[in-house]
T-cell receptor
Framework: DAGVIQSPRHEVTEMGQEVTLRCKPI?????LFWYRQTMMRGLELLIY????????DSGMPEDRFSAKMPNASFSTLKIQPSEPRDSAVYFC?????????????FGPGTRLLVL | AQSVTQLGSHVSVSEGALVLLRCNYS??????LFWYVQYPNQGLQLLLK??????LVKGINGFEAEFKKSETSFHLTKPSAHMSDAAEYFC??????????FGQGTELSVKP
């Protein structure tokens, strides 16, 4: 299996621009998670989906952030408009079922820099 | 509410020495506990996990961790450090609800 695939791997944009991050989970996994990693705040869960349905978006920082999962093999995280404080590494992870004990498999991350 | 505290943001050991990375957790329900490793510019990779049963858990690359309920700890150890162990290590806790809560991470350096 190819693992969790994220694109782009790096993104540099200017403040105010729209940014779209993409994720392809492992085939057969029914949970998908979006995380953000910064030096100041560490790893934060932004939102997660089960069977393509958003379950908990309490970690989404504000309305500028939105996430969708139109089908089982694709998800996007969009920031509009972007701000310098959004600079971070964004990880997508997936797992099969969710009773708390299942391993989450992480993608390589998208390193975002907003100038 | 659940939380994780990793003691020491940076640990340095000599090659061949014991590795000990400390993790304490707080959970109002029986926890599931995880250790993940992150190599530079990569995503997180599972080292080991405790769900139920045996409290001493063995993982990949010679690492192991022991769940101690009385101490609310889940420390990670490896008898002999290798240069390739240099990375950042994250302890995480989950409940049946399934949300993973990560600690702040411990960066491990290995000196030749």
């Amino acid at each position: 299996d190819a693992g969790v695939i994220q694109s782009p791997r790096h993104e540099v944009t200017e403040m105010g621009q729209e940014v779209t991050l993409r994720c392809k989970p492992i085939s057969g996994h029914d949970y998908l998670f979006w995380y953000r990693q910064t030096m100041m705040r560490g790893l934060e869960l932004l939102i997660y989906f089960n069977n393509n349905v958003p379950i908990d978006d309490s970690g989404m920082p504000e309305d500028r952030f939105s996430a969708k999962m139109p089908n089982a093999s694709f998800s996007t995280l969009k920031i509009q408009p972007s701000e310098p404080r959004d600079s971070a590494v964004y990880f997508c992870a997936s797992s099969f079922s969710r009773h708390g004990q299942e391993t989450q498999y992480f993608g390589p991350g998208t390193r975002l820099l907003v100038l | 509410a659940q939380s994780v505290t990793q003691l020491g943001s940076h640990v340095s050991v000599s090659e061949g020495a014991l590795v000990l990375l400390r993790c304490n957790y707080s959970s109002s329900v029986p926890p599931y506990l995880f250790w993940y490793v992150q190599y530079p510019n990569q995503g997180l990779q599972l080292l080991l996990k405790y769900t139920t049963g045996a409290t001493l858990v063995k993982g990949i690359n010679g690492f192991e961790a022991e769940f101690k309920k009385s101490e609310t700890s889940f420390h990670l150890t490896k008898p002999s450090a290798h240069m390739s162990d240099a990375a950042e290590y994250f302890c995480a806790v989950s409940s049946k609800v399934g949300k993973l809560i990560f600690g702040q991470g411990t960066e491990l350096s290995v000196k030749p």
